[in-house]
């Protein structure tokens, strides 16, 4: 769950260690050439420009959409929505960068071996953020049982008979408009 910035301490979250083993490794991979042979870098020159610069831009990805989910300090349901979307989106960040380790591997016939580490980390940081989005998912539901508990105390509390309708926002604004004195309405979307 979010802590507001004011309240934060050094954070101990596994995925960001698990981020910087990542990003290192891939760093490591992309400077060696993707530890081809000569004759293989010679050959395939465009080819592996474009999966380096592919594999960097994919990296950055990754770690602007943890700091954007973990940033949300959710306080309504559409903020919960937001922040368990950019997870989503830092699950397939990491899914992406395991297709082009494979499509590596493949073209440039590069042995297993050397990317083990690589690719262990990629699955290691899927299974961390989807342990954490599924923390959330806890922490929503949770919030939401409570919301449906206060929303029974207050039915429980003020009957039925006795509640009068709760105006929907465009009422309220029209309401307030007319206690202004002003004529104008305006469209809340």
Known sequence: MSVVKSKRGKSKVEFEMTYFKLAD????????????EYDTIQKHKLFIRLRAEAIEKLTDELVFHIKIANSIYPTCMAEWAERRVEMGKAIGTCYALL???????????????????????????INSLKAWRGSVVRDHNACEHSLRAMD??????FPPHHQQPRPGRRALVVQANREAGTEELRQIV
């Open 99 to 125: 297709t082009h380790l494979q499509r590596v591997m493949m073209r440039l016939r590069i042995p297993d071996n050397k990317y083990t580490d690589d690719i262990g980390n990629v699955v290691k940081m």
């Open 152 to 157: 029974a105390l207050y039915a429980s509390l």
């Open 25 to 36: 490794g891939l760093d490591n991979l992309v400077e060696n050439y993707f530890w081809a």
